[in-house]
Antibody, heavy 118, light 114 residues
Framework: QVQLVESGGGLVKPGGSLRLSCAAS????????MTWVRQAPGKGLEWVSS????????YFADSVQGRFTISRDNGKKSLYLQMNSLRVEDTAVYYC???????????WGQGILVSVSS | QSALTQPASVSGSPGQSITIACTGV???????????VSWYQHHPGKAPKLMIF???NRPSGVPHRFSGSNSGNTASLTISGLQAEDEADYYC????????????FGSGTKVTVL
């Protein structure tokens, strides 16, 4: 059974940093592209970043470009999102998702809350 | 990265059919040019669920009352025979092009079952 579990969220001050992790199980992690998606309070879903199965190809949304870094450790079956220079508007529930081979996200984690506030 | 446009809300009575449109607004015609549109159902507090991929394909376990289509610059999700449990937020997503990992989300539609 495919399972994605996010961790590392919490409360951080503006300008601070946080690292999210997503632990994968139930599938061959190294075969799949992975993605981070977020939902700010009262807002819709927003694509944040995606990474290829090897980790060689990475894309970011304009809103986080230069501040966030995505990475993965295929040996540990884990996906990461390093978030630096956090802003109040980065407050959101962050989801990790698996790209299921049809340019769609067939499995999602339950999400982790990141709050940026002074 | 412009969002794809969806109606803010759509409602219907049990048993009725509703359709949610997803229109590309960017200059690179996110929706119409490529067959990589997917749809997601999102109940608040839960993980989003894939309902349709590649415009009109249903994953295993998704009821047949959910269907998708694409015409010109607009993708659509139709729910036929609306049921109470279909009340949720729905999002379309499109890959920006075949040469990028970047995606663009729709603005989201709240479906209410009257």
């Amino acid at each position: 059974q495919v399972q994605l579990v996010e961790s590392g969220g919490g409360l951080v001050k503006p300008g601070g940093s946080l690292r999210l992790s997503c632990a994968a199980s139930g599938f061959t992690f190294s075969d799949y592209y992975m993605t981070w998606v977020r939902q700010a309070p009262g807002k819709g879903l927003e694509w944040v970043s995606s990474i290829s199965s090897s980790g060689e190809t990475i894309y970011f949304a304009d809103s986080v470009q230069g501040r966030f870094t995505i990475s993965r450790d295929n040996g540990k079956k884990s996906l990461y999102l390093q978030m630096n220079s956090l802003r109040v508007e980065d407050t959101a529930v962050y989801y990790c998702a698996r790209e299921g081979g049809s340019y769609s996200f067939d499995s999602w984690g339950q999400g982790i809350l990141v709050s940026v506030s002074s | 990265q412009s969002a794809l446009t969806q109606p803010a809300s759509v409602s219907g009575s049990p048993g009725q059919s509703i359709t949610i449109a997803c229109t590309g607004v960017g200059s690179d015609s996110d929706v119409g040019g490529y067959n990589y549109v997917s749809w997601y159902q999102h109940h608040p507090g839960k993980a989003p669920k894939l309902m349709i991929f590649e415009v009109n394909n249903r994953p295993s376990g998704v009821p047949h009352r959910f269907s998708g289509s694409n015409s010109g610059n607009t993708a659509s999700l139709t729910i036929s025979g609306l049921q109470a449990e279909d009340e949720a937020d729905y999002y379309c997503i499109s890959k920006r092009s075949t040469t990028t990992l970047a995606y663009v989300f729709g603005s989201g539609t709240k479906v209410t079952v009257l």
